[in-house]
């Protein structure tokens, strides 16, 4: 498994298929590499990156990631 921290586009690339194209390199390497899963998390309400990553393939894990601010 790979744990994808972060990606990132240029604002003024948004919406040109440069983070499809980022994506599409990594999960050619990974596959690769042999890994058979990508793990990354989002901001349930950053609607826009979740809709990004369902966009290429990813979904909900089985998985809750829980924080408190101290």
Do not use: C
Request: net charge negative.
């Amino acid at each position: 498994e790979a744990v994808m921290d972060s990606i990132g586009v240029d604002p003024g690339y948004h919406g040109q298929g440069v983070g499809h194209a980022l994506m599409a390199k990594l999960m050619s390497n990974l596959s690769i590499l042999q890994v058979d899963s990508v793990r990354t998390e989002a901001d349930w309400n950053d609607t826009a990156l979740v809709s990004y990553f369902s966009s290429v393939g990813f979904s909900k894990a089985q998985r809750i990631s829980l924080s408190k601010a101290l």
